[in-house]
Nanobody, 118 residues
Framework: QGQLVESGGGLVQPGGSLRLSCAAS????????MSWYRQAPGKERELVAT????????NYADSVKGRFTISRDNAKNTVYLQMNSLKIEDTAVYYC???????????WGKGTLVTVSS
């Protein structure tokens, strides 16, 4: 059974940076399209960024373009989200999701909290 575990969240001041990591186990990581989602208090979960299985294609929500970068290391079974120029409105629980396009199997992590506050 596959598992995704996020790490790297925490408290940061506006304008600061954080790097989130999501470590995968129990699945063939290189077969999975990986995404980061976030859910702010009182709001629906939203897609932040996606990276293709071999890392050649990335997509971002308009709200994070130019500030966030998604990347992956298939040798380490890990996907990253580098977050720069953080804003208060980036405060949310960030979730990692893996999707296998060939069989539609999905895995979600339990999330890591990012709080942007002065």
């Amino acid at each position: 059974q596959g598992q995704l575990v996020e790490s790297g969240g925490g408290l940061v001041q506006p304008g600061g940076s954080l790097r989130l990591s999501c470590a995968a186990s129990g699945l063939t990581f290189s077969n999975y399209v990986m995404s980061w989602y976030r859910q702010a208090p009182g709001k629906e979960r939203e897609l932040v960024a996606t990276i293709s299985s071999i890392g050649g294609t990335t997509n971002y929500a308009d709200s994070v373009k130019g500030r966030f970068t998604i990347s992956r290391d298939n040798a380490k079974n890990t996907v990253y989200l580098q977050m720069n120029s953080l804003k208060i409105e980036d405060t949310a629980v960030y979730y990692c999701k893996g999707r296998n396009p060939t069989n539609a199997l999905n895995y979600w992590g339990k999330g890591t909290l990012v709080t942007v506050s002065s």
